[in-house]
């Protein structure tokens, strides 16, 4: 019988650097032999990535915005997460219900109880077996997003936004010491290779 896979989250707010992490603990993952399907939120289908231009990029009411990212997490989940993790493989993805909390609750004010009312509604039994949080303060995620690209409606909002979206990672963080691992992103890309390192080494020999 195929053991199931393990399902891996990256999370921070914008600017935090995940996607350059993402990438290479991705290339070490699959290194190791282990099939690997890597994905995002919102996004990760042809419905999924649809429903993430609506909600990136056009103004709407906070509830809509909400029940428009668990309608793509639950064809996300549907399509692409359970079924690579039903055959063994390992799923990391580019946020998940963890970014709910922060951007919907934290960021925007939704109530938590709504969240977790999705949540045990669209996911009842799926949670990630390990989130990395990439944690960095304001003024430097900033300063990354202003030397980038155009910004989508998110990534224009302003400090406060962020400042409670952040703090809402960490409450979760502190809540489920177990499942996240908290990394300092404001360190240098080779400290932090250092620290992923250690975090797909370990996982990789429990997997064995």
Same mark, same amino acid.
């Given at each position: 019988m195929t053991s199931r896979g393990k399902f891996i989250t990256f999370e921070g707010i914008d600017g935090a650097g995940k996607s350059t992490h993402i990438r290479y603990c991705a290339d070490l993952i699959a290194a190791s032999g282990v099939e690997l399907v890597s994905t995002r939120e919102p996004g990760g289908t042809p419905l999924g990535e649809k429903l993430r231009e609506l909600i990136l990029h056009e103004a709407m009411h906070l509830e809509t915005e909400a029940l428009l990212v668990f309608a793509s997490r639950r064809e996300h989940i549907a399509q692409l997460i359970e079924?690579?993790?039903?055959?063994?493989?390992? +799923?990391?993805? !580019?946020?998940?219900?963890? $970014?709910?909390?922060?951007?919907?609750?934290?960021?925007?004010?939704?109530?938590?109880?709504?969240?977790?009312t999705l949540a045990n509604w669209v996911h009842p039994e799926l949670s990630p077996d390990l989130t990395i949080l990439f944690d960095v303060p304001l003024d430097v995620a900033r300063a990354r997003l202003d030397a980038t690209r155009e910004l989508d409606r998110f990534e224009q909002e302003k400090a406060d936004f962020f400042l409670a979206a952040r703090n809402e990672y960490l409450r979760r963080a502190a809540a489920e010491p177990a499942r996240f691992r908290v990394i300092d992103s404001s360190q240098s890309i080779d400290a932090?290779? +250092?620290?992923? !390192?250690?975090?797909?080494? $370990?996982?990789l020999a429990g997997a064995a």
């Open positions: 079924p690579a993790l039903a055959r063994g493989a390992w +799923v990391i993805s !580019d946020r998940f219900t963890d $970014a709910s909390f922060a951007y919907q609750g934290g960021g925007r004010g939704l109530e938590l109880v709504k969240i977790d932090i290779r +250092v620290e992923l !390192d250690a975090i797909v080494a $370990a996982l």
